[in-house]
């Protein structure tokens, strides 16, 4: 369903800009199923395919809040970012869609039988966790800014 989901978010910000119609009201829904989507369904899909040692849990429960924060921001400084020219040019940090990365690197890894647990300094947890964690890190960036189509 995920990437039914990343459809139909295209499909809607292609849809209003063509309308020529936009709400805050609709921008928050969009955010909101955004969270859900690419946020707390990766993290989830995650968990129940087995990346759910306790710092496998605290990682996905970052790269989730992450895609909480990333959003959030989007939604409070995209007035001011969009002032100049009348649309947001940029991305601060990566697209929150962007988390199917991660996830397809997951399920490949899954279907291949290489989701390992590893020790490292007394902690077990997963390699394809740091994935996660990686790309929540990219998605709250103030550095890194992406043009935006």
């Given at each position: ?24 009201m609709g921008r928050e829904l969009d955010s909101l199923a955004d969270v859900v989507s690419f946020g707390v369904a990766p993290a ?106």
């Amino acid at each position: 369903m995920i990437p039914v989901a990343l459809v139909f978010d295209v499909l809607d910000g292609r849809i209003a800009r063509w309308r020529h119609a936009a709400s805050p009201m609709g921008r928050e829904l969009d955010s909101l199923a955004d969270v859900v989507s690419f946020g707390v369904a990766p993290a989830a899909i995650a968990f129940a395919a087995g990346v759910n040692t306790p710092l496998d849990q605290a990682i996905l429960l970052f790269f989730a809040g992450c895609g909480v924060s990333r959003l959030a921001r989007y939604n409070v400084t995209a007035e001011s970012l969009s002032a100049q020219k009348g649309k947001v040019e940029f991305f601060e940090g990566t697209p929150i869609p962007t988390s199917i990365v991660p996830l397809g690197v997951l399920m490949l890894a899954f279907h291949s039988g290489h989701l390992n647990r590893m020790t490292l300094l007394g902690v077990e947890w997963h390699l394809i966790a740091l994935l996660f964690f990686v790309s929540g890190s990219l998605m709250i960036s103030k550095t890194l800014r992406i043009p935006k189509p």
